[in-house]
């Protein structure tokens, strides 16, 4: 029996995900059967129409796809959260590449996550950092004091043993200062009042951590920064922010240990960009994206999914709180946070909401200490 030829469109109306074509006026020649459903339309009304006419026309999709004609390569991004009144609230990622020989047409093809998936993802977050709160507070008043005591103990034995036996009650202090140290980390989750927030420049958060970063744990790491100059102010608490964007650095830097270690910085704007309030009608604004990317080892596969839960961590000597922290904080501040991960390519993407023009803005300078 001889090898069975399909038709290439048969093959692409098979496909499970969207899939469209778009001419060099960005105008649509061709969409599969999964495409017609994503854009709730016919192949016979929306052929032939812009593109512009079905997505906002500040999407980043546009800038990849003009990115794709002139270097004449694939692109692709992840998690883009679009709405539109015609197709609601999606979360897909995109993959656009030019096709030769065709006068600057390009194929798209989408794969769609709900956005239910996403949020059950961040109520995830929030839970294990509430589980964390109450062990925060047990091992506050039943740890935290005994070590004091053990701590002074060794203290005053140091001063009437032979010198031999220094390294002894050294050691218990280093032992007990590193289990104080572990025990106040988990205290941060155990403040459930909600924060105060105000408009803060998330470029001024970023260039303060990158100082502190380059002075301290990442003084061998390249930074690149792409920032949009015209970025609203976030609707955030300036300290907590710069806590949280210090732990992705730390991160970042810690898996790029080679002399070509590079991390790079980027925002932002994309309208269109909301989420429902779970149980309300409520819909919260998530406009302003903030990346993280490093070309470090990236996150091992079997860890990426539970990556933000207390206590995952792939360092040795990791309390695997810093990331959990990171999840609480744009949690706390209404936002998501994802990450990506491959060898060579990780980046943790944050989206924010933006401050309104009668939030008082709170820029003033504060100083961290680098461990």
Same mark, same amino acid.
């Given at each position: 029996?001889?090898? =069975?030829?399909?038709?290439?469109? $048969?093959? @692409?109306?098979?496909?499970?995900? /969207? *899939? &469209?074509?778009?001419? %060099?006026?960005?105008?649509?020649?061709?969409?599969?059967?999964?495409?017609?459903?994503?854009?709730?339309?016919?192949?016979?009304? =929306?052929?032939?129409?812009?593109? $512009?006419? @079905?997505?906002?026309?500040?999407? /980043? *999709? &546009?800038?990849?796809? %003009?990115?794709?004609?002139?270097?004449?390569?694939?692109?692709?991004?992840?998690?883009?959260?679009?709405?539109?009144?015609?197709?609601?609230?999606?979360?897909?990622?995109?993959?656009?590449s030019p096709i030769p020989d065709s006068n600057g047409s390009v194929v798209i093809s989408l794969f769609e996550r709900s956005i239910a998936q996403k949020l059950h993802h961040q109520e995830q977050f929030k839970g294990?950092?509430?589980?964390?709160?109450?062990?925060?507070?047990?091992?506050?008043?039943?740890?935290?004091?005994?070590?004091?005591?053990?701590?002074?103990?060794?203290?005053?034995?140091?001063?009437?043993?032979?010198?031999?036996?220094?390294?002894?009650?050294?050691?218990?202090?280093?032992?007990?200062?590193?289990?104080?140290?572990?025990?106040?980390?988990?205290?941060?989750?155990?403040?459930?009042?909600?924060?105060?927030?105000?408009?803060?420049?998330?470029?001024?958060?970023?260039?303060?951590?990158?100082?502190?970063?380059?002075?301290?744990?990442?003084?061998?790491?390249?930074?690149?920064?792409?920032?949009?100059?015209?970025?609203?102010?976030?609707?955030?608490?300036?300290?907590?922010?710069?806590?949280?964007?210090?732990?992705?650095?730390?991160?970042?830097?810690?898996?790029?240990?080679?002399?070509?270690?590079?991390?790079?910085?980027?925002?932002?704007?994309?309208?269109?960009?909301?989420?429902?309030?779970?149980?309300?009608?409520?819909?919260?604004?998530?406009?302003?994206?903030?990346?993280?990317?490093?070309?470090?080892?990236?996150?091992?596969?079997?860890?990426?999914?539970?990556?933000?839960?207390?206590?995952?961590?792939?360092?040795?000597?990791?309390?695997?709180?810093?990331?959990?922290?990171?999840?609480?904080?744009?949690?706390?501040?209404?936002?998501?946070?994802?990450?990506?991960?491959?060898?060579?390519?990780?980046?943790?993407?944050?989206?924010?909401?933006?401050?309104?023009?009668?939030?008082?803005?709170?820029?003033?300078?504060?100083?961290?200490?680098?461990?």
């Amino acid at each position: 029996m001889g090898d =069975l030829i399909l038709d290439p469109v $048969t093959v @692409l109306e098979a496909l499970p995900n /969207p *899939l &469209f074509t778009i001419n %060099s006026s960005n105008e649509i020649s061709y969409l599969n059967s999964s495409a017609e459903l994503f854009f709730d339309g016919s192949s016979i009304t =929306l052929e032939g129409i812009a593109l $512009t006419e @079905l997505l906002p026309a500040d999407m /980043p *999709l &546009f800038d990849m796809i %003009s990115q794709a004609r002139s270097n004449g390569t694939s692109i692709s991004d992840y998690d883009l959260l679009i709405e539109t009144p015609r197709i609601g609230i999606r979360v897909v990622n995109i993959g656009i590449s030019p096709i030769p020989d065709s006068n600057g047409s390009v194929v798209i093809s989408l794969f769609e996550r709900s956005i239910a998936q996403k949020l059950h993802h961040q109520e995830q977050f929030k839970g294990a950092a509430r589980s964390i709160s109450g062990m925060a507070a047990m091992l506050a008043h039943e740890v935290k004091n005994p070590l004091s005591g053990i701590r002074g103990a060794a203290q005053l034995l140091s001063e009437t043993i032979a010198s031999d036996d220094q390294s002894l009650t050294q050691l218990i202090c280093d032992e007990t200062d590193r289990i104080c140290a572990l025990v106040d980390k988990m205290e941060e989750f155990s403040d459930e009042r909600p924060i105060h927030k105000t408009a803060v420049n998330i470029h001024e958060v970023l260039d303060h951590c990158r100082q502190l970063a380059s002075s301290g744990f990442g003084k061998h790491i390249k930074f690149i920064e792409k920032y949009d100059p015209s970025l609203p102010p976030a609707l955030g608490n300036r300290f907590i922010l710069i806590q949280l964007f210090l732990n992705l650095m730390k991160n970042a830097c810690e898996a790029t240990s080679n002399s070509a270690g590079e991390v790079t910085l980027e925002t932002s704007y994309r309208h269109g960009m909301s989420v429902n309030v779970g149980g309300t009608k409520q819909k919260i604004h998530l406009p302003l994206l903030i990346s993280v990317r490093d070309n470090g080892i990236g996150i091992p596969s079997d860890l990426t999914a539970n990556i933000f839960e207390p206590f995952i961590t792939t360092k040795a000597s990791g309390t695997g709180l810093g990331l959990a922290f990171v999840a609480k904080a744009v949690s706390d501040h209404g936002g998501v946070v994802e990450v990506d991960s491959f060898p060579g390519n990780t980046v943790f993407q944050i989206t924010l909401p933006v401050a309104k023009s009668s939030d008082n803005s709170d820029l003033r300078p504060m100083e961290f200490e680098i461990e």
